[in-house]
């Protein structure tokens, strides 16, 4: 049985982690810690995986103070930069046992992870490329960072392809072309209803390809989730991984 922490256990997905790791047959839930709950209480002694869901500026502390304490690091809190990664990688450096992980997700949705690596293995196909990212209004950044992470994979591909700008006549102000991320457009849009979902439109002439992953639910993360841990768990990715697609046999 793999022992599992939540860190923000209260929270609308740490609640939903709770509930995943009761529900899986190799899982037991070790400890469930709130904003009032010490974090010293996860040990190796009780957890073999903490799963960090909380807020962008408690996420780097808690991180830090779980790999200090000899504790494996699952993290879906968003909010990382090249910075704070470069903190858990000296930390992970220090860490009291050899072999230890941290494994970061931007996004846990194996349909969002899906849709990104075809964008990219599509892009050199396709004249152009744009990115729609669809979100419920409560969302706070626009675009999301998984848009931004798709546009950058698209003009990686297509410059290591070499292929021609995008052919783009717009002139003038242009305040509805959305955001251009390494030559490629984002557009953003906010709906009441809405979840998470992203477009990928690639075109030539005469055609289209249509690429589309939407999370209707954060059931939709939570197979990532328990990928993730078993994976960390197994011992097989020791130091710190970035991204779903590590686990996935792409
Ligand atoms: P949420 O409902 O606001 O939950 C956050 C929880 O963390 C709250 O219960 C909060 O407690 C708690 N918390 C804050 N600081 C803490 C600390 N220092 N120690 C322990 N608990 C603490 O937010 P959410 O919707 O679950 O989202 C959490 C994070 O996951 C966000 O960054 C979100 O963007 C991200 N996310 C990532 C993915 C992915 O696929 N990677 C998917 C969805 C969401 P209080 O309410 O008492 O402050």
């Known amino acids: 049985m793999i022992r599992v922490s939540v860190i923000g256990a209260q929270g609308r997905m740490g609640a939903s982690v709770v509930g995943a790791v009761e529900a899986a047959d190799d899982m037991e839930l070790a400890k469930k810690i709130g904003m009032d709950d010490d974090i010293a209480a996860v040990t190796p002694g009780n957890t073999d995986v903490a799963v960090e869901f909380t807020v962008p500026t408690a996420s780097l502390a808690n991180v830090l103070k779980l790999v200090a304490q000899g504790v494996n690091v699952v993290v879906g809190t968003t909010g990382w930069t090249d910075e704070k990664m470069a903190q858990v990688k000296a930390a992970l450096a220090k860490a009291p046992k050899a072999g230890q992980s941290v494994f970061i997700a931007p996004n846990f949705a194996i349909s969002a992870v899906l849709a990104d690596k075809f964008a990219a293995q599509a892009a050199k196909y396709f004249t152009s490329a744009e990115v729609i990212e669809l979100h419920h209004p409560d969302k706070v950044d626009a675009p999301s960072g998984t848009a931004i992470h798709t546009a950058q994979a698209i003009a ?74 078993r994976n960390i768990a197994s011992g097989s990715h020791p130091g710190l991984t970035v991204g779903l697609d590590s686990f996935l046999d792409l």
């Open 156 to 229: 990686k591909a297509r410059a290591d392809a070499g292929s021609a700008p995008m052919p783009d006549g717009t002139q003038g102000e242009a305040a509805s072309r959305g955001q251009v991320v390494d030559g490629v457009h984002v557009h953003a849009v906010r709906l009441q209803g809405l979840n998470a979902h992203e477009e990928v439109l690639l075109g030539n002439t005469g055609e289209q390809l249509v690429i589309r992953a939407d999370s209707f639910d954060r059931a939709s993360f939570m197979p990532g989730v328990l990928l993730a841990v």
